[in-house]
């Protein structure tokens, strides 16, 4: 879990593929898409005996999605069937989809006591600003100028920060002001990135203190 625009859907299509090659896993991505006109989308990689296969279906419902996942598990058993879900809220998943294996959501996250166990939680920090400055001058080329102007909007949101135009990052910035609803979360030490519900960390947005302790990465404490 972790901000919206920072590159989780990405890194789930990584470990998709890693998942199929390194450990010759059988691999559903179920991805949930929000934009105008557009609709859900499946995608399965794995094997038929040795041979690699692959389907995709776009405009894809839940109803539709679910019986092809069930089918998959009872072909491959649970252990090798791999169900990845991309973009929902964890509290709307469906009953039939319940049994994914990896999860990425920007942070509407509230677990029961009894999933506690059972749920592994990792938090797919903000960009630094060091991180993100570099990668605009070995892609964009953008002056230092620009640079800082689009951090200001942008904060480590690469998604925004890569955007065409500032205007475009600026306006995004004004419609998820927009959209908070409770202004007090955005300066609250309380709420937390694991029972976050609301959108408000596209103007709060969560980091780490330390990239290289593996730690920061799974408690809410860093």
Partial sequence: MGSPGIGKST???????????????????YRR????????CLLYLGYDG?????????SCKVSEAEPIYQ????????????????GFHHHQISEGLRTYNMLATSQQVKLKDHEITDAYLCLFPCWRKQDLFKLEEQVYHFDAVEMDNRYYYSGG??????????????QAIRVALHEVSDVARIISTQSTSATNDSQVDRLRHTFIEDVANLTHYTKSSH
């Fill in 71 to 86: 089918a998959l598990r009872r072909q491959h058993g649970d252990a090798n069937a791999w169900l990845l879900l991309d």
């Fill in 157 to 170: 949101s690469v998604l925004l920060f890569t955007l065409p135009t500032i205007d475009l990052i600026e």
């Fill in 50 to 58: 040795d041979k690699v296969v692959f389907f995709s279906k776009e």
């Fill in 33 to 40: 898409l929000t934009l105008f006109k557009q609709e859900n």
């Fill in 11 to 29: 890194l789930l299509c990584l470990l998709a593929f890693y998942l199929i090659f390194k450990h010759k896993k059988n691999v559903l991505m």
